[in-house]
């Protein structure tokens, strides 16, 4: 049997781009899915995201959304809405609003394979994003926004019953059928 390697997430970056310009684009991408567009101080990102980063996307997004509905949570999920500030606009994988809808989600998660991580803190940051999870490499990487940026924290301070070891465990399986099966099972026993 041959397998056939998934192709990898494309990724554009423009530095010297204005504001205005920023918006042209985005308003010339606004029908096409998959692609992901990010501006912060003149830099412009467009990212076309891989069938593997929208699958891991999609089963992240599924259990988080599952953990949230078990517990009770009252939340939104604003998926990869457009996040903007004055000059700054990001598209998280996933996002969620706790308690009520805003502008500004409280977590956002991002799926890293060809770019981004710790170097999109800044973004978030300016939008004032209390929370970003990045997965990449198989882990989660948590931060939360304090008074001097983000520190890493090794717990959800929102969303601290949430256990990321479980989480991490889960997205590694090789079905989403057997993810959910086994999340819900460890989340329905705490």
């Known amino acids: 049997m041959q397998t056939q390697e998934l192709p990898t997430d494309q990724r554009l970056v423009c530095s010297g781009t204005s504001w205005q310009q920023f918006k042209s684009i985005q308003a010339g991408f606004s029908d096409s899915p998959?692609?992901?567009?990010?501006?912060?101080?003149?830099?412009?990102?467009?990212?076309?995201?891989s069938p593997e980063h929208e699958i891991f996307k999609s089963i992240i997004g599924y259990l988080i959304t599952t953990f949230l509905i078990r517990k009770g949570i009252k939340f939104f999920p604003t998926g990869s809405m457009t996040q903007e500030g004055e000059e700054v606009s990001a598209q998280a994988d996933e996002s969620y609003c706790l308690e009520k809808l805003k502008s500004i989600p409280d977590i956002s998660v991002e799926i890293v394979f060809t770019s981004g991580g710790?170097?999109?803190?800044?973004?978030?940051?300016?939008?004032?994003?209390?929370?970003?999870?990045?997965?990449?490499?198989?882990?989660?990487?948590?931060?939360?926004?304090?008074?001097?940026?983000?520190d890493r924290i090794n717990r959800s301070e929102l969303v601290p019953e949430l256990d990321f070891d479980l989480l991490t465990r889960c997205v590694l399986m090789n079905s989403i059928g057997d993810a959910a099966f086994e999340f819900e099972r460890a989340i329905g026993q705490s």
């Open 34 to 49: 998959g692609i992901r567009l990010f501006y912060y101080r003149g830099t412009l990102e467009i990212v076309s995201t």
């Open 118 to 150: 710790k170097s999109k803190l800044s973004r978030y940051r300016a939008l004032g994003v209390q929370e970003v999870w990045f997965w990449e490499d198989g882990l989660f990487t948590l931060y939360n926004l304090g008074a001097e940026g983000y």
